[in-house]
């Protein structure tokens, strides 16, 4: 088990970080969590809820912490880990939990503390942001994806795998380029799906008591990414833009033809779609042994 003499500084207090800080401390990787936010009051709030033991200014977190785990908005990962880099001592890792790998990877490709970074995506998240949406069990039997292992060095790597170990989470390699093409569709599309479709009904059903009224649970399903943080997932689409086109453009081509079936009044051809679609259902079935679980979303 890891020592608790490590010091744990969390640079973003919100659901991904706040969850973070409370398993790492429940689960005994470190007794002290120091944090930092740029809102302040994220910041009195995750501190009158436990989650960290004290909030300091961003100097503090590089000056103390072991381990330092960014978990703010890709873009302003991009902007802030060559500055967290040049700051690192001696035997300090630094860690980002984005949904967005290689932009963020290239950023620091050249630089000479790059082998104390270890690139993260925890595959774990809910709709729901903020302190208050925090918990400790949030990436208890998720994949913690790490790419680019080979640019860590080997105390960095075992550090953050001993961090996973402690969340509960199973650990995957990927390259970064790969991470970013597959992601896009595994998450990027349907967050824009859901946000797409919510816009779509509050724009041609201005009735909001209609709505609920008439709103079942397959909407209701199908729309709660739509209530994810905009200051998060605006960066995570311009981030990976040119990932994401190429999926959007593959899934416009079968709107487009599920469109062109319905006003062809087709029912042979859109059963024999929906049918071929149904095979994700073992996809999924065989990823989660129990299908009525709700799958996670990503966080960042």
């Known amino acids: ?65 072991n381990v330092i785990v960014l978990a703010i908005p890709v873009d302003a990962t991009k902007k802030q880990l060559p500055l967290v880099l040049d700051a690192l001592g001696n035997k300090q890792v630094v860690l980002d939990v984005g949904s967005t ?42 994949v913690n994806i790490i790419c680019d292992k080979q640019r860590s060095s080997t105390g960095a790597l075992e550090k953050v795998l001993a961090l996973t170990d402690h969340l509960g989470m199973r650990p995957k390699f990927m390259d970064s380029h790969d991470h970013d093409r597959h992601i896009a569709y595994v998450s990027h599309l349907s967050h824009i799906s859901s946000f797409t479709l919510g816009q779509t009904v509050l724009e041609v059903e201005p009735s909001e008591t209609t709505i609920f009224d008439m709103a079942g649970s397959g909407f209701e399903s199908t729309v709660r990414l739509a209530k994810s943080s905009p200051a998060m997932w605006a960066p995570i689409f311009t981030e990976n833009a040119d ?33 071929q679609t149904n095979r994700i259902r073992k996809v999924l079935n065989d990823k989660n042994p129990n299908p009525n679980n709700q799958f996670p979303i990503t966080n960042n």
Not at 16 to 30: D, R, Y
Not at 112 to 124: F, G
Not at 243 to 257: C, F, T
Request: glycine letters at 8%; charged letters at 20%.
């Open 101 to 142: 790998k290689a932009n963020i990877a290239e950023a620091v490709a050249n630089h000479k503390n790059r082998a104390a970074y270890v690139a993260c995506h925890p595959i774990a998240g809910t709709e729901n942001t903020g302190p208050e949406a925090a918990f400790s069990d949030l990436f208890t039997n998720k």
């Open 1 to 65: 088990m890891e020592s608790k003499g490590n010091i744990v500084g969390i640079v973003g207090l919100g659901l991904i970080g706040g969850s973070m800080a409370l398993k790492l401390k429940q689960s005994g990787f470190t007794a002290t969590v120091i944090g930092t936010d740029a809102s302040s009051l994220h910041a009195q709030k995750a501190l009158e809820l436990g989650i960290v033991d004290k909030v300091v200014a961003m100097a503090r977190v590089l000056k103390q912490a």
């Open 243 to 275: 990932n994401i086109i190429d999926v959007l453009s593959a899934y416009i081509s079968n709107l487009e033809k599920y469109k062109a079936m319905i006003k062809n009044k087709n029912e042979e051809a859109l059963r024999e779609a929906m049918h």
